[in-house]
């Protein structure tokens, strides 16, 4: 007998998530910004990112005393064309939307801008911020490091985050370029989802302390927090797949995301201390760039454009039916949801059962079995 999936519209799924988060202390403008930023993953359809996050990562860091439901935001160090800030241990978002418009305010102006964040927490999916610059006619830029998860090639020891180096263009299709993802093969988020749906993970995702594939995700879950397993990067296992670029562009990204605002990184990105738990204090960089700087906005669209349609009209392998570019399939997943709603495992519609009664939150009860 098949899973019973229920379906929940944008604008229900997003209040509700406002609803659980201003009850859990963050104020209304900011629990607006969460909800946004959570509801932008669920309507493209990455769903390890969208609701499916509210509570392991925000309502129980919330409760747990290690993530802070009242943002403050202070300017470390301003130029020109520059910025870093200190998120003070609150919601990852907030201080993020709030990065990246700094750095489309400076771009305005200058044609470039770049504003580096620390002691922040997780942002959610990284491509809202760039979604943010492409709407302002930019090219937005952006990636944060995360706790360690990557084992470097040849290592086994879970060293780095799975930190998401994203990029996102404006086009002349409905839909930008839109490329987020991590430098590991996949990351916690995907496999904390087929831990929930039941799935087991594919050969290569994870190895354990011999260097071998491990693929129960409830036990890799385990494993990862305790150091007894670790994510492939980008590449695979080795460097005959290309191990070594994925480990490299991690690497790239854990010094952006720490070495230029002077903040943590590595092993002091765990979440614990002497045993205890303790906020990750995680950084993050954006870049936004101001296309009409270098050409006319109407012609980097037609040219990023022709460039897809190129690609996606290039001759096919035997058997595949289509060829995508980046962003493709996030509409598609927006077009098909917007009609039919997001769907919600027995998993999920339990965890939205525990918060709504928890919260005694009232009118949900579509939204799980009862």
């Excluded at 290569?204 to 670790?230: F, M």
């Excluded at 002497?274 to 040219?303: C, M, W």
């Amino acid at each position: 007998m098949g899973e019973k999936l229920k379906y929940a519209d944008f604008e229900t799924l997003h209040r509700f998530m406002c609803d659980c988060l201003t009850a859990a202390g963050v104020p209304a403008a900011d629990a607006n910004i969460v909800a946004d930023v959570l509801i932008e993953a669920d309507k493209l359809g990455i769903d390890s990112h969208g609701i499916n996050r509210l509570k392991p990562i925000y309502i129980d860091r919330i409760r747990d005393g290690i993530l802070n439901p009242l943002i403050r935001i202070d300017v470390v160090r301003e130029g020109s064309a520059t910025a870093v800030l200190d998120g003070n241990n609150g919601m990852g978002h907030v201080v993020s939307k709030y990065a990246m418009q700094m750095a489309i305010d400076k771009a305005k102006l200058y044609g470039l801008g770049m504003v580096a964040v620390r002691n922040s927490s997780h942002y959610g999916i990284a491509g809202y911020y760039g979604i943010m610059a492409a709407e302002a006619g930019m090219i937005g830029i952006t990636g944060t490091n995360a706790r360690p998860s990557i084992a470097p090639t040849f290592g086994i020891d879970n060293m780095l985050g799975t930190n998401p180096l994203t990029f996102v263009m404006p086009t002349d299709e409905d839909f930008p370029f839109f490329l987020d993802c991590a430098t590991s093969v996949s990351q916690r988020g995907k496999i904390e989802y087929y831990a929930k749906t039941g799935k087991t993970l594919p050969e290569g995702w994870v190895i354990d302390r011999h260097g071998k594939s491990k693929c129960n995700p409830v036990e890799v879950l385990k494993d990862l927090t305790s150091g007894q397993a670790a994510l492939t990067p980008l590449g695979g296992i080795g460097e005959e797949t290309g191990g070594y670029k994925g480990y490299g562009y991690a690497t790239v990204v854990e010094i952006m995301s720490a070495a230029l605002q002077g903040g943590a990184f590595m092993n002091a990105l765990t979440g614990f201390e002497n045993g205890k738990k303790v906020p990750y204090r995680l950084g993050h960089f954006f870049i936004a760039i101001s296309i009409s700087h270098f050409t006319e906005p109407d012609e980097f669209r037609k040219t990023t454009g022709d460039i897809l349609r190129e690609l996606r009209n290039s001759a096919k392998m035997p058997g595949a039916d289509r060829i995508y570019t980046a962003g493709e399939k996030e509409y598609m997943n927006f077009l098909h949801r917007s009609n039919h709603g997001v769907p919600l495992n027995e998993a999920m519609q339990r965890e939205i059962k525990t918060l709504a009664e928890m919260y005694h939150l009232q009118g949900y009860s579509n939204l799980y079995e009862a």
